[in-house]
């Protein structure tokens, strides 16, 4: 019986980790939580995820995991037929390890405080804190990049998958403006063009357009 994703399927780290499953060949049960009915909040869920967030895991042997960086370290090192997304190297997957906690601790957070608002629709515009907020992410990513073909190796690996998920996002509020950040941008486009990725346009697509209903002016 293959995994089972609890999900929504315009959540970023949702996506990142679908990427992930398609780059495996693993298939997953995808179970949709509908926000809106508040699923996420229901006793069964809660049972399984204290924390009632997306995605969480269930894998074939009951074990349960949520959020997405542990996920797909995860899948990568049960399921992967090589360690390439999520090396066993110490000091490769150190910095991969780097990149995820940026990702999770700093770009997607920033990313959450500029959309929530606009999201809840508490906000229809965005402001020059929000740009420099989601700038200087967009510089820190282009830093990374340098001299470097993907964003923590030579080769693609989970943290390519999650950065581009929460880019992918921000560029929907923020577009990347390829004269500052013109290493993000070629990466942004090679990233976008393998074909794992494909599995979150759908999702990013829903994302988007629910933005950019409530955003008055649109970037
Ligand atoms: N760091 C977590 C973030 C998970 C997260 O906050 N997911 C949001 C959707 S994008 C969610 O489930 N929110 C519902 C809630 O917190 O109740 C991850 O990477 O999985």
Redesign the pocket.
Known sequence: MPPTLYM?P?????R??QITAKALGLKLVEKH?D?QKRE??QPEFLKINP??????LVDDDGFIL??????NAYLVSKYGQSDSLYPQDLKKRAIVDQRLHF??GVA?VRA?DVMLPIRRGEKTSLDDNDKHKLGEVYAFLDTFLDGHEWIADDVVTIADY?IYSTVSSSNVFIPIDPDKYPRLQAWFHKVEALPETEVSKPGLRIFAGRVQSRLKQLP
């Open positions: 929504v315009s959540s970023p780290p949702v990142a980790v939580l926000f996420n909040l924390q009632h967030t997306v995605p969480t949520w959020d997405s960086h542990a996920i990702d999770s997607s959450s999650s």
